[in-house]
């Protein structure tokens, strides 16, 4: 099972940049797609974004398209989130998941059922 350990959440006000990391234990990490999602109190877990292997196809929730990128460094096992423009209603905790069980999927999903490592998540709260 991969570990994933995500990092760089923290408080912010509307407008602003945050960069979230997500560094992954196996080293098989460059075969399967990653992907972030985000879970507000209440809620339930949403898609945010993934990215396939290679990084050739990314997909991304309406409501961040345009504010945020998705991205990957195989050499570093690491899959970020660059999130700008931040808006209040983005404050939830951010998970990434690995999508072990399709190797080398020209695919991405966003469906969280196919994930099946997690992150702790970490916490990202904007202010008005």
């Known amino acids: 099972q991969v570990q994933l350990v995500e990092s760089g959440g923290g408080l912010v006000q509307t407008g602003d940049s945050l960069r979230l990391s997500c560094a992954a234990s196996l080293r098989t990490f460059s075969k399967y797609t990653m992907g972030w999602f985000r879970q507000a109190p209440g809620t339930e877990r949403e898609f945010v974004a993934a990215?396939?292997?290679?990084?050739?196809?990314?997909g991304y929730a309406d409501s961040v398209k345009g504010r945020f990128t998705i991205s990957r460094d195989n050499a570093k096992n690491t899959v970020y989130l660059e999130m700008n423009s931040l808006k209040p209603e983005d404050t939830a905790v951010y998970y990434c998941?690995?999508?072990?069980?399709?190797?080398?999927?020209?695919?991405?999903?966003?469906?969280?059922?196919?994930?099946?490592?997690w992150g702790q998540g970490t916490q990202v709260t904007v202010s008005s």
């Open positions: 990215i396939t292997w290679s990084g050739s196809s990314t």
């Open positions: 998941g690995a999508r072990t069980r399709f190797l080398y999927s020209p695919k991405y999903s966003a469906d969280s059922r196919e994930y099946d490592s």
